[in-house]
Antibody, heavy 124, light 112 residues
Framework: QVQLVESGGGVVQPGGSLRLSCAASGFSFRNYGMHWVRQAPGKGLDWVTFIHYDGSKIYYSDSVRGRFTISRDNSKNTLYLQMSSLRAEDTAVYFC?????????????????WGQGTMVTVSS | QSVLTQSPSVSGAPGQRVTISCTGSLSNIGAGYDVHWYQQLPGSAPKLLISDNNNRPSGVSDRFSGSKSGSSASLAITGLQPEDEAVYYCQSYDVYLSGAWVFGGGTKLTVL
């Protein structure tokens, strides 16, 4: 079945780095744009970053631009999020999510499949 | 402060109908961007409930429906059931923010 499985979360000190992975299965990963969305403890959903199906276009929220890098390896059906200069406010569950349509504009597309999330805790 | 505004909470008795509103602006919903709705059960990942303003993905109950008008959107739930108790989020795209997909703050639905 269609599935996304995140990994790589953990506890890291402020200023540290971490790389998250999102393994996709059950669909043609190379045809779909992908997002990372995070949720701080007890808070709402916060969009982080998006990458086009072929990696040609990438967008970041203002809060992570310059510190986080999204990438993908379509040969491995895997999405990545490299996080550096981490801050306490980056503490959250990080979800990867697939866009619904492979043909619609990303700005109109919903997020139809979500992973279970991986927890990132930034603390000294 | 979320770009899309939702009431923090709503409640209803089993069998009743409730609506959850999502208010945006001319830079997002009012600019013509679609609104999508997600249901998040406690301890779970969000689940797509309504796509493109009013489309239900396969497997989603027809008790859920969406609508959009101007710069606002609504999610209606009819025949409330205890398992509908969850947090509901609206989501759209904002043209003024640099490549920004935006979420509402979420509405906690309590089934009395």
């Amino acid at each position: 079945q269609v599935q996304l499985v995140e990994s790589g979360g953990g506890v890291v000190q402020p200023g540290g780095s971490l790389r998250l992975s999102c393994a996709a299965s059950g669909f043609s990963f190379r045809n779909y744009g992908m997002h990372w969305v995070r949720q701080a403890p007890g808070k709402g959903l916060d969009w982080v970053t998006f990458i086009h199906y072929d990696g040609s276009k990438i967008y970041y929220s203002d809060s992570v631009r310059g510190r986080f890098t999204i990438s993908r390896d379509n040969s491995k059906n895997t999405l990545y999020l490299q996080m550096s200069s981490l801050r306490a406010e980056d503490t959250a569950v990080y979800f990867c999510a697939k866009t619904l349509s492979s043909t619609s504009s990303p700005s109109y597309n919903s997020f139809d499949i979500w992973g279970q999330g991986t927890m990132v805790t930034v603390s000294s | 402060q979320s770009v899309l505004t939702q009431s923090p909470s709503v409640s209803g008795a089993p069998g009743q109908r409730v609506t959850i509103s999502c208010t945006g602006s001319l830079s997002n919903i009012g600019a013509g961007y679609d609104v999508h709705w997600y249901q998040q059960l406690p301890g779970s990942a969000p689940k797509l409930l309504i796509s493109d303003n009013n489309n239900r993905p396969s497997g989603v109950s027809d008790r859920f429906s969406g609508s959009k008008s101007g710069s606002s959107a609504s999610l209606a739930i009819t025949g409330l059931q205890p398992e509908d108790e969850a947090v509901y989020y609206c989501q759209s795209y904002d043209v003024y923010l640099s490549g920004a997909w935006v979420f509402g703050g979420g509405t906690k639905l309590t089934v009395l």
